[in-house]
């Protein structure tokens, strides 16, 4: 009896070694990760290489173009996707909620966020670059972008307008107010936090996103900035993969620098959504 | 209601319903292109064909080398992911103490933050030179280091997933496990790791279906060499790397060689559709069997 009890209390220990290992293997994989990428491409990181184009010599190459690319689709992306986004949002959320149509749409937004974004890029080969004629542009690029996001910021928007107590939509409707004088003056203002939250992880996860790019064809040699949303891109996931796919080490080094600019718009971005969350939260009590 | 209303209604709908379109798009280019490609090549050939060559002279039109580099590369990534995220979960939600949950949870989030291009990367440079000292017979492109990457990848998934479907068990099942002297390790798999299998089942379905349509990971680190096999240590293919291989080269639009990708697309989209629309079928059907 008392050797089962031993076993029994082994047992447990044992697991709970085995829990803390997992969790430190994921944190020292991120910390390896991080280490590995920072010490290579660290010293890599001058002024440089924000100001250069590209080059066929390493040394000489730098980020300008793609960096500029990038805050181009963010841009683009974020006006496309939040209006669209966030109006369907409130009509799902605030509209909607009964009818047939709206169930459908909201099966159909399930799904699509399970779908590969590599699929959104055929859907963009075929729709922008070829039947609209958009060509390989920066609009072509945001177009795509917004739609793969869209399923993130609907359901963002979703969750935050719920949040919104019932009371505060009574109090509107007892005052007079319409629907819309409700959604736009009382129940939107109340949601913001949660809503932007939302939108900028959508938009942090645009600018990561390298597959449906390659899909319409941004993978190309470009020697000048970009001046209007018609004009051929690259954006830095393209460029770290082109790097990548060079043999020479200078160039795996550039993608290294490359991956921390990355990486640090990524974080910062997710760090200011985790921000708002928290004051968010902490702010609003019903 | 007013006039103004009814257009602002309108127009809310209108936006709402640009996800619909989004899907028919997608049927409807997958569908049409791809209908072009199998009057050309019989359907039989497509699925049974153990050959996928169509950029070489001798031409041949068999998916399944692509489908076993996908799942090969997949089930690597959840033989990593399953035990390490679902351990995590345990562990949190049984084990750890609330502050060092409220700490570890975020900072593991930032593995899921982390584009898949940097993945490639650590996939290609990191890990496959590390593995090579183990297995000197590696190749420099294999299923095996950007399968484990790709299970780092969705780690979090897994673990917030589970974490979630263990704590919705209820606190009566817990209580009575420890009332007859079980401990926590009994208590978390003989009694909460059964009552929550529906949603670790799910967050397993996603993980494999978020896998299967990872692109820049396989196509940094796995090969293109469409190869039917489930030896991880040589270069394969998968699908989406095959898209990636045809964007990149000056395929004319219109060719054969243009429609594989939409087929390939096709057999991707319809896997990843099944394996979704599975996930939330076990959702739905055991969601109330504690409430």
Redo the contacts between chains.
């Keep these: 009896m008392s050797r089962r009890i031993d076993y029994?209390?082994i047992?447990?220990n044992?697991?709970?070694i085995?829990?803390?290992?997992?969790?430190l293997?994921?944190?020292l994989?991120?910390g390896?990760?991080l280490y590995?990428?920072i010490s290579e491409g660290w010293p890599r990181l001058s002024a440089q290489f924000f100001t250069s184009l590209p080059s066929r010599k390493p040394e000489e190459a730098g980020i300008l173009i793609p960096l500029f690319g990038t805050i181009w689709v963010m841009v683009l992306t974020s006006l496309i996707s939040i209006?669209?986004g966030v109006?369907?949002g409130?009509?799902?959320e605030e509209?909607?909620k009964k009818n047939r149509?709206?169930s459908?749409?909201e099966i159909?937004?399930?799904?699509?966020a399970?779908?590969?974004?590599?699929?959104?890029?055929?859907?963009a080969?075929?729709?922008f670059v070829?039947i609209l004629g958009l060509g390989k542009s920066l609009l072509s690029g945001s177009l795509t972008l917004a739609?793969l996001i869209?399923?993130i910021i609907?359901v963002a928007t979703r969750e935050a307008l719920k949040a919104v107590p019932k009371t505060i939509r009574e109090a509107s409707y007892a005052l007079g107010a319409?629907?819309?004088q409700t959604t736009w003056f009382q129940i939107l203002p109340a949601s913001a936090g949660g809503i932007v939250t939302g939108v900028i992880?959508a938009i942090?996860?645009a600018?990561?996103?390298?597959?449906p790019l390659?899909?319409i064809?941004a993978?190309l040699y470009i020697t000048t900035l970009p001046s209007s949303p018609m004009d051929d891109f690259s954006v830095l996931?393209i460029q770290?993969?082109n790097w990548?796919?060079r043999p020479q080490k200078g160039f795996?080094i550039n993608?290294?620098a490359a991956?921390i600019v990355?990486?640090a718009i990524?974080?910062i971005l997710?760090g200011i959504a985790?921000y708002l969350r928290n004051r968010w939260q902490k702010k609003v009590k019903w | 209601m007013s006039i103004k209303e009814k257009i602002i209604e309108g127009l809310l709908l209108m936006c709402a319903a640009v996800s619909i379109l989004t899907t028919a798009g997608i049927l409807w280019v997958l569908i049409s292109e791809s209908s072009v490609f199998f009057r050309k090549v019989p359907l039989s050939d497509f699925l049974f064909d153990t050959q996928w060559t169509p950029l070489f002279a001798d031409k041949h039109y068999g998916i399944l080398p692509l489908v076993t580099g996908t799942l090969l590369t997949s089930f690597i990534a959840i033989m990593v992911a399953l035990p390490v995220g679902l351990s995590i979960a345990v562990y949190l939600n049984e084990y750890a103490p609330k502050s060092f949950r409220r700490t570890v949870k975020p900072v593991l989030e930032i593995l899921a933050s982390i584009p898949t291009v940097v993945y490639g990367f650590f996939a290609l440079m990191v890990i496959t030179p590390f593995l090579q000292q183990i297995f000197p017979t590696m190749a420099g492109f294999n299923a095996l280091s950007p399968g484990i990457v790709m299970g780092i990848m969705i780690i979090p998934m897994i673990s917030s997933l589970s974490e979630d479907a263990l704590y919705a068990v209820p606190t009566s099942l817990r209580e009575a496990s420890y009332g007859i002297g079980a401990t926590r390790y009994q208590t978390s798999f003989k009694v909460l790791v059964p009552a929550a299998s529906s949603g670790i089942i799910v967050s397993v379905i996603l993980g494999i279906s978020r896998a299967v349509g990872e692109t820049m990971i396989v196509a940094i680190a796995a090969g293109q060499q469409p190869r039917l096999t489930f030896n991880p240590l040589v270069p394969v293919e998968t699908i989406t790397t095959y898209i990636v291989q045809v964007s990149l080269g000056d395929v004319v639009q219109g060719s054969i060689e243009y429609q594989t990708i939409f087929a390939a697309g096709i057999a991707l989209f319809a896997l990843t559709f099944i394996l979704n629309n599975v996930s939330f079928y076990i959702k739905k059907k055991f969601q109330e069997k504690y409430e």
């Design positions: 029994n209390r047992q447990d044992l697991f709970r085995v829990g803390i290992g997992c969790t293997f994921g944190l994989m991120l390896f990760f590995s990428v209006p669209l109006a369907s409130i009509y799902l509209y909607g149509l709206a459908l749409i159909n937004i399930t799904n699509l399970g779908v590969p974004s590599i699929i959104y890029g055929l859907l080969l075929e729709i070829r739609l869209l399923p609907i319409t629907k819309w992880l942090s996860r600018i990561g996103e390298t597959a390659i899909v064809g993978m996931p770290i993969f990548l796919s795996i993608a290294t991956i990355l990486l990524t974080f997710n985790i």
